[in-house]
């Protein structure tokens, strides 16, 4: 995976954010602000036009062009921890020209982790890390069998999926939704529905035969 | 002598109560709004950036605390509000933006503020009213950090207090109703914050909005609280003080003793029986009404959280306050009354259209089918196993009967459901004077007392000597009297559920007028049991006869305590 495959991912969550735009704001009108699909395909639309303008020769500096992008042009908390993800994955990244599934399970670790320092958030409390630790856990997996990478890919977006869904029957402990005590229960967070959305796109992707 | 002072305020739990001011926000700097300026004076002011960090911790663990003894307890509505003032004292957001400004330099107790005001405005700003809401709920954490920074608890108040406080939290009135609190003020929040609904679940009258000259009152001082008129008098005569102390003793919120759990079917001392059932807004004041022996809920009011709204609520809104409900009541009775957006409960977008004709809330409901059918098709959907009945509030024409069961037979079609019985609020004395015309087209009754001895005698707000006692009103009695024949002639049921049956005065008159069923606010339902377990029925009706015919409201008292004491 070279840093055309990173631009590809990027510019195809980009697409898929913005045609989710609308459910995404739906599910944050639920139990937030309901602007975390505006703010979100704005976000995203900006990295694409960053990723036309510089230059990116590595897989790292391309995840790291798009977390800073995504911190200065998203408000709310999703900008920070979005920006903290993809900052911390090309980071784990380096310089390298060229990532294999390892690189990108461990850089996909450090972007969790990344996301579980900035927003002190666990497993189970209802936040984008429901979507994106199972995600982590099942691409590790996947890798350990020995999985092709159009498999390891299909079954990391099938975790986050499954982690994002989950959220449905969950009380919100993070951020504003935790305000609503039970009643955010019924609902998906928003932001492990984007998480999802996000890495269908990486699956996708790869799908096409770029993930070599 | 000085002239008492009066703070007009909306009502947001009702009863009334007399005590003694206690000011919570003692350590406040002032009563400037959210003051920037420095505490001057105030203890905690000179904080470190770790102590502050500390006292959201212990905010957030104490919260927790008292949520999980609730939980133990039963009280799970309760829990739940109180575990999200823990959730907001452990937010990163709040308490970094707290520690960042005192770290950098700041004064601790305008750090805590600012952070507060900061968080809650942003909260406030979010167009989901229910998450708005909460912003109010940040304050009042900041409020309790600043209460902890300033050196812990203040002293206990002792005796009948009245709580008066910037912004009254539900934390304060499950904290202080153990040590005597008989009603609280607040000069935030509305009937839909957390503390009203933990107010009505404890029968603590609480009023709202009041102005926050409030704040620099004297504790200590005497006050009457009357949470039905939705005014607090600060200094009244000491004579007129102790008469409404023994008058609202009988109906404060001290939990009568020994009959916890009473159950089984209630009579009259002559074996007539009788249904005792609560009015509820809330799932809290339902297990409390459930607990004291209610046989189900006679009025469920499905207003109350909505009165702040910019819109009519959803099916989902509605679903979320009446899942809860009806979900403790089984197969009981649900009587679960249709939106009453009138009086003082008329929500921002209805003020313009509505205006202060009585029926104006009901003629906007039915002016807007979809609001209707949304909830609806919510109460078919949450009572499902209750014994669920529907009542239509302000009824003044057959027509609007006719237009809702035409819905609600809709509704029941499309819902699979069986359908429900259809009655009216009997609240309106043109209603009632025809109420033979009213009976065919309806299952049952439900007498509105406080609005029909309003709408009789031509008050448009009940005073505060009188209160539900304008119930025993000749004229009134004369009505109810007919109503309760016209509905034996058709053969359907009646009950009164306005305050009056909870009153020991007017209910032996009730009892004599025919009225079997009863629903009085949850607090009061084990009072209510004990009062009519010693009524003679014939009796009643001897002493409701006389009192038919009386010319006044003080001959008919006479009468009551003339039949009470022979």
């Known amino acids: 995976m070279d840093a055309a495959f990173f631009r590809a991912w990027l510019a195809e969550a980009a697409a898929v954010v913005e045609s989710q735009r609308d459910h995404l704001t739906q599910l944050d009108a639920a139990i937030g602000d309901a602007d975390h699909g505006i703010n979100l395909a704005r976000g995203f639309g900006a990295v694409t036009a960053a990723l036309e303008q510089a230059s990116t020769p590595s897989p790292g500096s391309v995840l790291t062009l798009a977390g800073s992008t995504l911190i200065s042009k998203v408000g709310g908390a999703a900008g920070p921890l979005y920006g903290m993800a993809f900052r911390q994955a090309g980071k784990s990244l380096g310089s390298k020209p060229r990532a294999d599934l390892h690189d990108l399970a461990d850089a996909l670790e450090a972007a969790l982790a990344g996301v579980q320092k900035l927003g002190a958030a666990r497993e189970g409390e209802k936040t984008m890390v429901d979507a994106l630790a199972p995600a982590v856990s099942a691409l590790g997996k996947a890798i350990a069998e020995g999985a092709p990478a159009g498999a390891a890919l299909a079954a990391l977006a099938d975790a986050a999926a499954a982690g994002a869904q989950a959220t449905i029957s969950m009380q919100a402990l ?8 039970p009643r955010s229960v019924g609902h998906e967070d928003p932001g492990a529905a984007s998480t999802a959305l996000i890495l269908r796109a990486l699956r996708d992707v790869g799908a096409r035969g770029e993930a070599t | 002598m000085t002239t008492p002072r009066r703070y007009p305020g909306q009502a947001a739990a009702p009863g009334s109560a007399a005590g003694l001011i206690y000011q919570a926000d003692a350590a406040d700097p002032g009563t400037t709004e959210h003051a920037a300026r420095p505490a001057v004076g105030a203890a905690g002011a000179a904080a470190t950036p770790a102590q502050v960090e500390a006292a959201f911790a212990a905010v957030a663990a104490d919260r927790r605390a008292l949520a999980a003894r609730l939980r133990a307890a039963g009280r799970t509505d309760e829990a739940d509000i109180i575990a999200v003032a823990a959730l907001i004292a452990a937010d990163g957001v709040l308490v970094g933006a707290a520690v960042a400004a ?31 809401e909460r912003g109010a709920d940040v304050r009042q954490v900041a409020a309790a950090v600043l209460d902890h920074l300033a050196g ?99 109906r404060s919120n001290a939990a009568p003793r020994g009959r916890c759990g009473q159950a089984g079917p209630s009579r009259t001392a002559d074996g007539q029986d009788v249904v005792i059932l609560c009015n509820v807004a809330s799932a809290a004041e339902t297990r409390r009404g459930l607990a004291a022996g209610a046989a189900g809920v006679g009025l469920l009011r499905t207003e109350i959280p909505f009165t702040g709204r910019s819109d009519w609520p959803s099916k989902s809104q509605h679903l979320a306050q009446l899942t809860p409900i009806l979900g403790l009541l089984g197969g009981r009775v649900a009587t679960v009354r249709l939106l009453d957006f009138s009086g003082d409960k008329i929500p921002p977008f209805l003020r313009d259209a509505a205006g202060p004709r009585p029926g104006a809330g009901l003629a906007a409901l039915l002016g807007h089918p979809a609001a209707l059918a949304d909830q609806l098709q919510a109460v078919l959907a949450a009572g499902r196993d209750a014994d669920l009945a529907i009542l239509i509030p302000m009824v003044g024409s057959l027509d609007e009967v006719a237009s809702v069961r035409e819905q609600l037979e809709r509704a029941t079609a499309g819902a699979g459901a069986r359908t429900p019985r259809l009655g009216i609020m009997v609240e309106l004395a043109a209603t009632a004077a025809s109420a033979e015309a009213f009976a065919p087209a309806v299952d049952f009754f439900s007498i509105g007392t406080n609005d029909l001895a309003g709408d009789v005698l031509g008050l448009g707000r009940l005073s505060l000597d009188a209160g539900p006692r304008l119930a025993a009103e000749p004229r009134v009695l004369a009505l109810i009297e007919h109503v309760a024949a016209a509905a034996a002639d058709a053969g359907i049921p009646v009950s009164v559920c306005g305050d009056a049956a909870a009153d020991p005065v007017v209910l032996p008159l009730l009892v004599g007028l025919g009225v079997r069923t009863f629903s009085v606010p949850a607090a009061y339902v084990e009072r209510v049991r004990a009062w009519l377990a010693a009524l003679d029925a014939d009796e009643c009706a001897a002493l409701a006869a006389k009192s038919v015919t009386a010319s006044t409201i003080s001959d008919v008292q006479d009468l009551a305590r003339h039949a009470r004491d022979s």
């Open chain 1, 174 to 181: 993070k951020g504003r939704a935790s305000y609503l005590g």
């Open chain 2, 152 to 250: 812990g608890q203040r002293d206990r108040p002792t005796g009948p207090v009245i709580l008066v406080r910037r912004d009254v939290a539900a934390a304060d009135l499950i904290e202080l109703a153990e040590d005597g609190l008989v009603g609280a003020a607040s000069v935030a929040g509305g009937a839909s914050s957390h503390a009203a609904i933990v107010a009505r679940g404890l029968g603590i009258p609480l009023i709202t909005g009041v102005d926050q000259a409030v704040l620099a009152e004297p504790p200590g001082s005497l006050a009457i609280l009357a949470g039905d008129a939705g005014e607090l008098v600060i200094g009244p005569a000491g004579g007129q003080w102790l008469a409404a102390r023994e008058k609202f003793a009988i």
């Open chain 2, 102 to 132: 005192t770290a950098a330099g700041g004064d601790a107790a305008a750090a805590v503020r600012e952070a507060a005001e900061a968080q809650a405005a942003a909260i406030e700003a979010i167009p989901n009213p229910e998450l708005a």
